[in-house]
Nanobody, 128 residues
Framework: QVQVMESGGGSVQAGGSLRLSCAVS????????MGWFRQAPGKEREGVAS?????????YVADSVKGRFTIYQDMAKNTLYLQMNSLKPEDTAMYFC????????????????????WGQGTQVTVSS
């Protein structure tokens, strides 16, 4: 059974850091394109970053997080991560990880239908 489960969210002051984890089961984390998304209150869900299989090449990073967030995989732990540094209040959102139906490429982040396995999300709150 395919499962993805996020953890690592919390409350942090602006300028701080958090590392989100996405533990997967039922498949290997580097066998499919994986992505991080977020949804702020009152806003649509948006793509944050994605990483393709199996070479782990990063295929997308949102302009709003470039230079601050890094997506990466740990195959030994079968886990996807999102390292978030220099956090800003506008990063406050529910963060989701998702597995794509694609492998060697990643869908455009707006094509959420191309991601077929989603976690429940983990809340990140950044205070000023």
């Amino acid at each position: 059974q395919v499962q993805v489960m996020e953890s690592g969210g919390g409350s942090v002051q602006a300028g701080g850091s958090l590392r989100l984890s996405c533990a997967v089961s039922g498949f290997t984390v580097n066998a499919y394109c994986m992505g991080w998304f977020r949804q702020a209150p009152g806003k649509e869900r948006e793509g944050v970053a994605s990483i393709r299989a199996p070479d782990g090449r990063i295929t997308y990073v949102a302009d709003s997080v470039k230079g601050r967030f890094t997506i990466y995989q740990d195959m030994a732990k079968n886990t996807l991560y999102l390292q978030m540094n220099s956090l800003k209040p506008e990063d406050t959102a529910m963060y989701f990880c998702a597995r794509s139906i694609m492998r060697w490429a990643c869908p455009d982040p707006s094509e959420e239908a191309q991601y077929n396995s989603w976690g429940q999300g983990t809340q990140v709150t950044v205070s000023s």
